[in-house]
């Protein structure tokens, strides 16, 4: 509301303006299989905006419905740092027979592999003169964590008969024997000891998916147990797998087994 006043004259103006409020969304998503019949009851609240929202159903003979959407994500993902390059081609080297099989993309076939192939081409330029690879081409320090994921990745790719590049390779591998060993590694991050030991858990099983293997390290990772997170526990289960150990195999499952907790949903 406006007025203004000028000797004897005045005037006004009023104007009114709508209170939108933001109109919240909740996605819910059902899953369900069956081999012969089923039903599912959908209640229909009664205060809902008619112009938002909506139903969809999706049937598949396989449990690969949806994925669609996500693979086609990936083939466009515009992040460059190494570590989402990698976090890129990753479900494309470990799916690659699902993709072509059930046409889950249009980035399959030769094509595939030649996208893949010419990102691991690119991950020189990530390396450092240490062998250890940085987030980014001018990052001044390489990070241990990042090196593990890598060559995780690359150890798959090669598993694939991706070509990778053996002295690339044989460089980050010296790297990460280096960080295992050390106690003094600048981690360049504050990591915490539990991460720490989670990042060489991480590291004994990239390593173990070249053929390079530390049994006596595996031994020390074994007897912190206690000390690793969940995550470390399953990358040293991993690993123990790879050494062929069937007693630490045996107990690191057993802990893992002992953190499941079921709920009336699950």
Known sequence: RFKVTLNNESDGLELSIP???PRLTEAVALYSQTTDKASEAIIVPQDIYPDV??????????ALVGLDGGIEYLVKYPYECLEQKTS????????????????????????????????IKEFRDFQGYDGGFKFWKD?????PWLTAYV????????GKAYHVDQYMINRALEYLESVLRRDNVDWEYPYNKNVQLTTKCFILYSLALWNKYDHGYMSRLFEKRDQISLFGK????????????????????????????????T
């Open 19 to 21: 209170v939108i409020a």
């Open 53 to 62: 929202g909506y139903l969809e159903f999706t049937t598949s003979s396989s």
């Open 151 to 158: 060559v995780y990745a690359l150890g798959k790719a090669h």
């Open 139 to 143: 990052s001044y320090r390489p990070s």
């Open 234 to 265: 399953t990358l040293l289960l991993k690993a123990a797998h790879i050494y062929d150990n069937s007693y630490y195999e045996k107990e690191l499952r057993r802990i893992l087994l002992n953190k499941i907790k079921m709920a009336p949903t």
């Open 88 to 119: 890129r081609i990753l479900p494309f080297i470990l799916a690659e027979d699902l993709i072509n099989s059930f046409n889950l993309s249009a980035l399959r076939g030769k094509n595939l592999r030649k996208e893949v192939q010419t990102t």
